[in-house]
């Protein structure tokens, strides 16, 4: 159960019928996506890809599976704060671009079982980019917001990265 939200349908149908006269809050959050290709234990795994895939300069019909740790800081080794799980693909053939559909789950603290989800473009190769919080559940119920996503480290060999993301939502 996530912590300050009450599971099963009725409990969710109660939460509706009050929603009326709940009042909207704003959460910020700030961590760090561990996206990681190589080593004993990856938390991304490419699981399809076109025939013209390996030609392309932008991997473009190439799919990816992740359940990425989320940090509070950039290093490896720092505390896990939630998951990043899901999907991304490359879908541009000009400029590396990501369609992404994920969800960041949150696994400690007040927020432990609650999930916001990501569904958007990520132009990968862009100092900035931004992309849709389109709903959540548990404490994020009826969310909507932005996730702003900046490459923080990238590894040119084995396509490791560390991404920055700074988040923001409206959600009762």
Do not use: C
């Not at 599971?7 to 996206?35: C, M, N, R, S």
């Not at 990425?68 to 799980?85: H, Y």
């Not at 603290?109 to 100092?127: E, F, I």
Request: aromatic share 12%.
């Amino acid at each position: 159960m996530a912590q300050g939200a009450v599971l099963g349908p009725k409990a969710v149908e109660q939460w509706f019928q009050k929603l009326p006269y709940a009042k909207q809050k704003v959460t910020k959050f700030h961590f760090y996506f561990h996206d990681i290709f190589s080593g004993k234990n990856p938390t991304a795994v490419p699981i399809a890809r076109s025939s013209m895939t390996a030609k392309s300069p932008t991997l473009f019909g190439s799919v990816v599976m992740i359940d990425d740790p989320l940090t509070i800081g950039p290093e490896p080794n720092s505390t896990i704060v939630g998951r990043a799980q899901g999907i991304y693909g490359s879908d541009d053939q000009k400029e590396l671009g990501l369609v992404v559909a994920f969800n960041f789950v949150f696994t400690t603290g007040k927020y432990n079982g609650s999930t916001l989800s990501v569904l958007g473009q990520n132009r990968a190769l862009r100092k900035y980019r931004e992309m849709p919080i389109i709903g959540g559940s548990g404490i994020f119920r009826l969310a909507r917001g932005i996730a702003t996503a900046k490459t923080y480290w990238i590894s040119a060999t084995g396509g490791d990265a560390i991404v920055e993301y700074n988040v923001i939502v409206l959600h009762y």
